[in-house]
């Protein structure tokens, strides 16, 4: 009987333990590891008496990302987070009434790491504001960010590629917002909570949409075009020159990653980046003109028999398994592969900042160059071009690290920004 009520005891011990312990708030710390460091944060919050986990890092570009296995024993409390490659799995208990003691373990190995509770949540430094806009007929939907010192300057974040809505920007909003510009982006159209359908508009479609938020932008927070910039990644960087274009009176440009190519040849690049090593150098190039084919068809630049005729007569090689072919009976066109962000570059006259990494995968490898020859010496002169070693297509670091499980932003990817937006 003696060990029945000493096991009682414990298990009613860890019970009130983790009644009492309550996990709620906001943390935030920093992670190192010899030459690797990023800012972490949880937040902690208790729906229906079960813990939610959300995670944050703005030099990772991540944020609110929901942690799963969440579990708590005695005074700690256990989660997990879990990428393409790897499962990281937490575990934190209290040190004190604002300081917790983490471990983090993946790929066998454990890290230890604290984290600081934000005693006053409500004296956050960058406040937001949920908006709804019109444009062409369509609500689209978006976040502004106020900085806690602003310095009378705002940047609006332009539409990228594909079904991202506006969370895929929401890190750089924020890192831009601290840096004491209104920062502003919008779920695009077909995306998050905005009506419409990006597949089927085209380039100009979709750039107006940007030009209405920027309008928008504009008449709500009483802030003059000559004091909003634009940024773009990606497809949202080729977009950049087109709406300078369309509305000169913006302070500037930023281009990331942007192709100098259109962007069927940008995919067509990506794609052969991708499968070199599984189709092997003797037969790229051939199944790349396949594969090519396949992209012409979807840009609705070749007839459905055109393509079946090439795919009969390549069917039978080895590699042709791995070319990617939706079925053609279904395949919605897209003609916004065939845009090119090059004429409207030509003959620009904002200022830009064009940065390119060294490990993009995506866009052609000379595509910072061709721009600088489409701009020419003589033409902008206000036109900035930056190069960083090691940065790739999303401007993470893929640099030597001593921990090679989290990817971070280069790290002088924000600052090349925010010094050239100040001598704008």
Known sequence: MKYFHLYFLVFVSQLLIAQ???????????????????????????????????????????FGIPAGDVRITGDTIYFALQ??????????APFSENLMNGTLSVDGKHFD???????????????????SLRSQGLFLYGTIYYPENPNGKAIYLVTSSGNQDRSASRAEALLFAKAGYISFHIDKRGTGISDGNWQLATMPELCEDDLHALEFLHQSEKVDYADIGIKGSSQGATKVPYILQKQPKLAFGIAVSCPASTLLESDLNYWKNTHIELIGKD????ASDLQEAVFQ????????????????????????????????????????????????????????????????????????????????????????????????????????????????????????????????
């Open 297 to 424: 068809y979807i840009g609705a630049n070749i007839s459905k028999q055109a393509l079946e005729l090439k795919i009969e007569k390549n069917k039978s090689k080895s590699w042709f398994h791995n070319i990617w072919i939706p079925d053609l009976d279904q395949v919605e066109f897209d003609k916004k592969l065939n845009y090119s962000p090059l004429p409207y570059f030509k003959d620009n006259t904002s200022p830009m900042l064009i940065i390119e990494g060294t490990e993009d995968k995506i866009i052609p490898v000379s595509s910072l160059d061709e721009i600088k020859k489409v701009i020419g010496p003589k033409k902008n002169k206000k036109t900035t071009f930056t190069s960083l070693k090691g940065a790739d297509h999303s401007m993470m670091f893929k640099g030597t690290s001593d921990f090679p499980y989290w990817t971070s932003l280069h790290p002088d990817y924000m600052d090349t920004m925010l010094t050239w937006m100040e001598g704008q």
């Open 113 to 131: 790491f604290k984290l600081y509770k934000e005693v006053n949540e409500s004296k956050t430094t960058v406040k937001t504001k949920d908006i």
């Open 83 to 92: 990428s393409d490659s790897y499962r990281y799995d937490f575990s934190c």
């Open 283 to 286: 037969h790229i190039d051939e």
């Open 20 to 62: 009492q312990t309550d996990f709620s708030g906001l943390y935030n710390g920093n992670f190192q590891h010899e030459n690797f460091s990023t800012d972490i944060e949880f937040e902690f919050s208790k729906v229906n008496d079960q813990y939610q986990v959300t995670f944050n890092s703005l030099n990772q570009n991540a």
